[in-house]
């Protein structure tokens, strides 16, 4: 943890706080549960790394914090509730005669980065817009896949042929709706839906209901054309 204090970054801050919560910020009133901050700290090393701005309510006006509890929370998290452990710095801003920890955090190179929650469960979160979703089997093989120096390998058989003449007529699929098409076992069908979502063959869609796949057009025709 590196820590630097900032005064005259009123704009910096307005600036951040005008573009809402996204894909990379997020906001926090407070840090009450070290686990809770855990999550988005997972989520954000998992994806695109980002910015947590504590003291920022969820509709952006400035509410402040206490630093020194706030602080202790963040550390807290990032060492005993997330694993690895992960790292982040902070940047403390005085705008308005309130405190705002900005917490930054850069993408892993150790994915998938688990949190626990308050059952004592290890879970990898991702970042999905403004969201922290919990990683499905498909995203946990992308991330220990693409960890990987030796490459992937992607051939085209049944399994993957059948794949792609469901997605072409039905423009979405399921892992469950995949794996009764195709035959095969939960570990193949989630197999091949990483490998081709590191091609870019496939983009998959999350929401707290679930996980759905559908073609990348562009990168399919690639794909196949190479393939003949």
């Known amino acids: 943890m590196?820590?630097?204090?900032?005064?005259?970054?009123?704009s910096y801050?307005?600036?951040?706080?005008?573009?809402?919560?996204?894909?990379?910020?997020?906001?926090?009133?407070?840090?009450s549960d070290s686990r809770k901050i855990a999550r988005t700290l997972s989520a954000f090393s998992n994806s695109d790394g980002g910015r947590i701005l504590i003291g920022v309510r969820d509709?952006?006006?400035?509410?402040?914090?206490?630093?020194?509890?706030e602080i202790y929370m963040v550390d807290t998290a990032a060492q005993?509730?997330?694993?690895?452990e992960i790292a982040y710095t902070i940047k403390q801003h005085i705008?308005?005669?309130?405190?705002?920890l900005e917490v930054v955090v850069i993408k892993g190179a150790k994915r998938p980065y688990q949190a626990k929650d308050e059952n004592g469960k290890w879970r990898s979160y991702f970042r999905h817009h403004d969201q922290n979703l919990v990683a499905n089997r498909v995203l946990l093989q992308v991330w220990r896949k693409e960890e990987k120096k030796s490459g992937v390998l992607v051939k085209f058989g049944t399994a993957e042929n059948s794949l792609m003449d469901y997605l072409g007529k039905n423009g979405s699929?399921?892992?469950?709706?995949?794996?009764k098409i195709a035959r095969i076992s939960s570990y193949r069908a989630e197999a091949i839906l990483a490998n081709l979502i590191i091609f870019k063959v496939l983009i998959m869609n999350a929401s707290e209901k679930g996980f759905s796949y559908e073609l990348n057009m562009v990168e399919a025709q690639k794909l196949n054309a190479a393939s003949l």
């Open 173 to 179: 699929i399921t892992l469950s709706k995949f794996r």
């Open 13 to 31: 801050v307005k600036k951040l706080i005008s573009e809402g919560e996204n894909q990379q910020l997020d906001f926090k009133y407070c840090v």
């Open 2 to 10: 590196y820590l630097r204090i900032s005064i005259a970054m009123t």
């Open 80 to 84: 005993l509730f997330c694993r690895p």
């Open 59 to 69: 509709n952006g006006s400035i509410s402040g914090i206490k630093t020194d509890e």
């Open 95 to 100: 705008t308005g005669g309130k405190t705002i």
